[in-house]
């Protein structure tokens, strides 16, 4: 039971330790009413540019939560569109909410990181299984969204990747309900299709694939490494090593 508590201690309390330090160093942030929600400049002006797009944006959530969670969205633009097209799985309002916020807007004052990008001929062939993805999501009633364990606004882009198999991107390990199987089943393909993921209702699990690499979750909390670009995966602070953004995205602002 030592090396267990030892190890759990190290890649699971110590990181979430470090980053609520972090938090409480860089004050906290603004109150959600006054933080800003303006584009971050990470998209190029839709109506300049004619090839389609497809983006999955993560950012820390607000406030406290920040200290180990972050919330993901899609950002779609098919070929020629004068405008982007963004979907949130929120807790207020519509559960799945368009066009609510900037395509790349900052998350209630957080700058958000791609997480997958792809433009052109690849991103006009994934949006119809993108669109697909989205309308045949089961949790789009309202009182259907939980914060923890899920199904919440990660658990709604995890489904989409997965129901989308032509997008191979993973998550990041602080996507806090990643991991909620959506569809009730314990065992099944990660959403890369490249391993396979086992989980208890989202309270735990494990996951071994090529693209998401190996995780281990405790409480959605996860732990673990990145094989494919090597990193290291800890609880709160993320990914630490290369950087984890999939696609063949090229568009610039």
């Given at each position: 039971?030592?090396?267990?508590?030892?190890?759990?201690?190290?890649?699971?309390?110590?990181?979430?330790?470090?980053?609520?330090?972090?938090?409480?160093?860089?004050?906290?942030?603004?109150?959600?009413?006054?933080a800003d929600r303006s584009s971050a400049g990470l998209l190029p002006r839709a109506d300049r540019h004619r090839p389609a797009v497809v983006r999955v944006f993560?950012?820390?959530?607000?406030?406290?939560?920040?200290?180990?969670?972050?919330?993901?969205?899609?950002?779609?633009?098919?070929?020629?569109?004068?405008?982007?097209?963004?979907?949130?799985?929120?807790?207020?309002?519509?559960?799945?909410?368009?066009?609510?916020?900037?395509?790349?807007?900052?998350?209630?004052?957080?700058?958000?990181?791609v997480i997958f990008?792809?433009?052109?001929?690849?991103?006009?062939?994934?949006?119809?299984?993108?669109?697909?993805?989205?309308?045949?999501?089961a949790w789009r009633n309202h009182g259907d969204y939980r914060p923890w364990p899920g199904p919440n606004s990660n658990t709604f882009v995890a489904a989409v990747l997965h129901d989308a198999p032509g997008v191979h991107a993973a998550l990041p390990p602080t996507a806090i309900g990643k991991d909620y199987p959506y569809d009730g089943r314990w065992l099944r393909w990660t959403q890369s299709r490249t391993g396979v993921r086992l989980t208890l209702g989202g309270y735990a699990g494990l996951t071994l694939a090529w693209v998401e690499g190996i995780e281990v979750n405790l409480l959605g909390a996860v732990a673990g490494l990145d094989l494919r670009r090597p990193a290291v995966k800890l609880p709160g602070l993320g990914r630490i090593g290369l950087p984890g953004r999939d696609g063949a995205g090229t568009a610039s602002p």
């Open positions: 039971m030592k090396p267990a508590l030892i190890a759990f201690a190290v890649l699971f309390l110590l990181p979430l330790g470090l980053s609520a330090a972090r938090y409480k160093m860089n004050g906290g942030g603004e109150g959600w009413w006054a993560a950012a820390r959530t607000v406030r406290w939560r920040g200290i180990f969670a972050v919330h993901c969205w899609l950002v779609l633009k098919e070929d020629g569109a004068p405008r982007y097209t963004r979907y949130d799985y929120t807790a207020w309002g519509e559960p799945i909410r368009v066009n609510g916020f900037e395509p790349d807007g900052r998350w209630f004052g957080q700058v958000p990181e990008a792809a433009d052109g001929e690849a991103a006009a062939a994934l949006i119809p299984q993108v669109r697909a993805a989205i309308e045949s999501y």
